[in-house]
């Protein structure tokens, strides 16, 4: 007489249940644990491999209390589950490195700011009116000027007295 919940006949229907389900198991598959009660006792845990199929219904092949079995199950579950669980590592990694880059480029925006400068993509723009105006205000000598006779831009009003993008510059010797 044969037994029918031997271990070998387990082992069977849960290598055909995985080979069966393998890429939904992949994508959402999972062991769940239950528990019986008998009477006052609680009794297990005792082991399921669950998923769903294209249908969306519910599949699932017991795999008895904690055992080999369970084990080698978990084991198919992590191998079939790695490159989807390395996927999404490797995704979250990047959303982490978008965050600090853009923390950085706004840190980066304030000290341009400072200066007089902004970026705009990734050119660094303002260089011929903010940055020089910005050192002729505070009294030092601009960095594109040669260092013989140093000439001060002094930035004043437009003829409107506006502070738009059209100043005009007189420039002073320095003594």
């Not at 890429?23 to 769903?52: D, S």
């Not at 490195?97 to 400072?114: F, G, T």
């Not at 902004?118 to 105006?133: P, T």
């Amino acid at each position: 007489m044969e037994k029918r919940n031997s271990v070998d006949q387990r082992r069977l229907a849960v290598g055909t249940f995985l080979a069966a389900h393998a890429a939904n198991i992949a994508r959402q598959g999972t062991i769940v644990q239950t528990w019986r009660r008998r009477g006052r006792r609680r009794l297990g845990p005792y082991y399921r491999l669950v998923c769903r199929d294209e249908a969306g219904r519910q599949r699932s092949v017991y795999l008895g209390p904690s055992g080999p079995i369970v084990d080698e199950a978990r084991d198919a579950l992590r191998r079939l589950q790695s490159p989807r669980r390395q996927q999404r590592e490797i995704e979250g990694a990047r959303q982490a490195l978008r965050r600090e880059l853009a923390k950085s480029r706004l840190a980066l925006d304030a000290e341009l700011a400072k200066i007089g400068l902004q970026r705009k993509g990734s050119e660094i723009r303002g260089w011929s009116r903010g940055a020089v105006a910005a050192r002729a205000a505070n009294g030092r000598p601009s960095p594109s000027l040669p260092s013989g006779g140093m000439t001060m831009a002094v930035v004043g009003r437009g003829a409107s007295g506006s502070k738009g993008p059209f100043r005009r510059a007189a420039a002073t010797e320095c003594t």
